[in-house]
């Protein structure tokens, strides 16, 4: 029998980042982003070496396991670990040319956190970027604490808004949470989801706490 093709997507979402460790912020984005901008698919896309990151990122398998478990259970989401096998520096706007060859039909949406949007005249060939997709901005950063809503239309460029509830949430806190490899209190397990919690604690990935987002 004959495999059935499968259905060309209309709108796929394309949110990356280092996800060292996926939390409930990226969780409650991805939800946003599914709901909110109508997607039909949604990739969850660790970022292999970023070129903008000071500090070296936990193990690509380590980040792939973490972001199956945090992600794998909402529909229309697909962990996507083109960027992990990627050698040398990966560049969003690479992905997001790869995906427009693949998916020549769809609509592209990149979701990024209100400070990352902030900043995006700093990423590689970010005009390409703008060409490329629709930028989708979570009106909370994704990175340290909560601050005041940032004011996004500053940027100047087109982009769209997603309603993210606020969730103090920061990755670099999380790390340094766990020191040995046990989180010291049950707050910092629920911050993100348990699976994730005892992948963290069995792989003891977060001894050394890091200094940096």
């Not at 709108?11 to 990356?16: E, I, K, M, S, T």
């Not at 989401?77 to 706007?93: A, C, F, L, S």
């Not at 950063?141 to 103090?168: K, R, W």
Request: glycine residues 6%; hydrophobic residues 45%.
């Amino acid at each position: 029998m004959t495999a059935r093709p499968a259905a060309p997507l209309g709108r796929l979402g394309v949110f990356g980042g280092a996800f060292d460790p996926p939390h409930r912020a990226h969780r409650a984005v991805a939800e946003a982003a599914l709901r909110q901008l109508a997607l039909d698919a949604l990739l969850i896309v660790p970022t292999g070496q970023a070129w903008h990151k000071a500090r070296a990122l936990s193990d690509g398998a380590h980040r792939l396991a973490m972001c199956h478990l945090a992600f794998d259970d909402l529909p229309g989401v697909r962990v996507d670990r083109r960027e992990i096998d990627r050698r040398g520096p990966t560049y969003t706007v690479d992905t997001l040319t790869e995906l427009h060859a693949e998916h020549p039909d769809a609509a592209l949406f990149l979701i990024v956190g209100a400070d990352q949007w902030l900043a995006i005249r700093t990423w590689h060939r970010w005009a390409d970027i703008l060409r490329l997709c629709t930028v989708a901005v979570a009106n909370r950063p994704l990175a340290g604490p909560q601050a005041p809503l940032p004011d996004l239309a500053t940027v100047g460029l087109p982009h769209v808004v997603l309603d993210v509830p606020p969730l103090d949430v920061s990755a670099t806190a999380l790390r340094a949470l766990w020191h040995d490899g046990v989180p010291p209190c049950a707050d910092a397990q629920a911050l993100v989801s348990p699976a994730v919690a005892r992948y963290i604690s069995d792989h003891r990935l977060y001894a050394s706490p890091t200094p940096d987002a």
